[in-house]
């Protein structure tokens, strides 16, 4: 199945803060490749034009959101100050790398619109205005207390089937900086209805509030985009 992203025209100047969300299931015969990425890949993204922030990123079992990790998948998420240093870096030989060792590989260009908290202290510019219509992507994310990490991943299971499940949900894949403590989930949903629904209701929503009645974060952050731009394949879904 083929998901065309037709994302409404922003008035926003090109000079504008733009973020890229890299996902690639690295094949088989390339894993020490990858398993490399998550040593030297830091390293790699220095002196990149533009580049302002980024993280590299495992993921879970079949680009899920369980404990057990993926050996395969991992995401890269940056900040370009602008959208032609985010369109060079997906130009770039680095990337290209990535999709030639990749038995699927996704990228999305996206335009923040809303953001609550910040990541390693450092927040996303808000650079769009809320579409009336169209996609939106989000992605949130949190550094679990260890004190408090039983009591989350026994949430887990229900709010992943919920998530799944989920009407208008185009795509959802959970990632993380570290094991157990530092995790992530982006998604891509078909309208911001959509995501209201799901965000509001079921068990998500009682994941929250017990997440943050409990404090169970030392630091979280919560990002809704307009996506520019969506390509590629995955968990065998494709974009463009």
Known sequence: MTHEIRAPVSSTSGNAAVAVFLLADIAPRFRWWGYARFVVQRFLMRGIPGLV???VLGSGFDGGFGLKPSASRQ???CIFQDEACADQFLASDMVQRYSRRSQEFCTAKLRAYSCKGTWSGQKIDVTATEPEFGPIATLTRASIRPSRAWAFWRMQPASEVSLNSATDCLLATGVGEAPFLRQ??????GNVQAMDRYARSG???AAICAAYEGQFFSESMFVRFVPLALSGQWRGRHYG
Do not use: D, E, R, V
Not at 184 to 189: C, P, Y
């Open 53 to 55: 922030f980024f993280k």
């Open 75 to 77: 995401a890269l998420f």
């Open 203 to 205: 068990a998500h929503l």
């Open 184 to 189: 992530a989930t982006f998604s891509l949903w």
